[in-house]
């Protein structure tokens, strides 16, 4: 039965690893191309793309940790552990805060409210979002001192006076998990506030057009409607890859559930998957690529029966060079 679970998630892992590889490596080239294009980027095209390149280093490592556990123990020798919790704890803190930087930043742009320390943040939402994303680094730098500390502990364990190293061993432990509950319930705590003050300015200004006659057909509903799908979906991802992290701390560190931990470790890659579909499909420029590279993709073996080579390439650079 173990063995069929593992199985199944296995596979899943494989095609989420997969599909979140694809859609985070096509958002960093579409907005490469474009900063290319342009010799400029805008702040959100600039979060995105390193959001998407930190992405990519944590479905790696997600996927290194998962087959060192599932299929090969022997792997994970303490050098290569050390490497890992590293790798994870880097791409998780810029992952994690690239994303509440663009939740924030969605909020200033986007929301109305006519509170005056509001509109003075909205005047400088970029300022704002950098000093978030350079304050955050704090946390990136104290996280890395505990586990660093925590991995030397757990190797040195049985060195020396056990009862005293056991004790050090429990302290760096416990200052590991306190600092690990800090840093991520504060993210989470802001984009959780953000989303909901921008689905709150969305849903009373859906209101307000509806009040004023414009029905569910105009233009502007529905794209009010498109982004509050958006944040309701990014809502979701967040608090799904949130509770996926806690699982996987608590059922490796306490309950010692192998099970719990594989479940916990496969939601965790839906947020750096799944996530950055979402992205694709609620940004306009993101979503105008996609939709021509399928039809693309879908055409190409007539393209390649009936044009020329050198009407294929063509197409394929107008596609990858598509914007706005």
């Known amino acids: 039965m173990i063995n069929l679970i593992q199985s199944i998630l296995s596979s899943l892992v494989i095609a989420e690893f997969v599909l979140g590889n694809f859609a985070n490596v096509f958002i960093a080239l579409v907005n490469g191309i474009d900063w290319v294009k342009k010799q400029k980027i805008s702040c959100t095209d600039g979060i995105l793309t390193a959001m998407a390149v930190s992405r990519i280093g944590l479905l790696w490592v997600i996927a290194l940790n998962w087959y060192a556990i599932v299929f090969n123990a022997a792997l994970y020798s303490s050098e290569m552990r050390t490497v890992v919790n590293i790798a994870w704890v880097v791409s998780n803190h810029f992952s994690l805060w690239l994303a509440t930087g663009l939740s924030i930043l969605y909020l200033l742009k986007i929301a109305n409210f006519s509170s005056l320390f509001f509109l003075h943040l909205k005047w400088k939402a970029e300022r704002v979002v950098v000093m978030i994303l350079l304050g955050s680094l704090v946390f990136l730098v ?69 009040l004023s006659g414009k029905g569910s057909q105009d233009a502007g509903t529905k794209v009010h409607v498109r982004a509050m799908q958006t944040a309701v979906s990014f809502l979701l991802m967040f608090v799904i890859y949130f509770l996926a992290l806690i699982i996987t701390v608590w059922s490796f560190d306490s309950l010692h559930n192998e099970e719990v931990f594989l479940c916990g470790q496969f ?55 598509e914007t706005k």
């Open 142 to 210: 104290s996280h890395l001192a505990v586990v660093s500390l925590d991995i030397k502990m757990e190797m040195n364990e049985f060195e020396g006076n056990i009862t005293w190293m056991t004790n050090l061993r429990d302290i760096a432990h416990l200052s590991n998990m306190t600092v690990f509950t800090i840093i991520h319930i504060i993210p989470f705590t802001m984009v959780l506030a953000a989303l909901l003050l921008l689905l709150l300015s969305l849903w009373r200004h859906l209101k307000n057009m509806q």
């Open 267 to 321: 939601f965790a890659i839906l947020y750096p998957s799944n996530q950055s579909f979402i992205i694709i499909w609620g940004n306009k420029k993101l979503n105008q690529n996609f939709v021509s590279l399928l039809w693309q993709v879908r055409c190409w073996p007539t393209e390649r029966k009936l044009a020329t080579p050198q009407v294929n390439r063509r197409g394929i650079i107008c596609i990858l060079a």
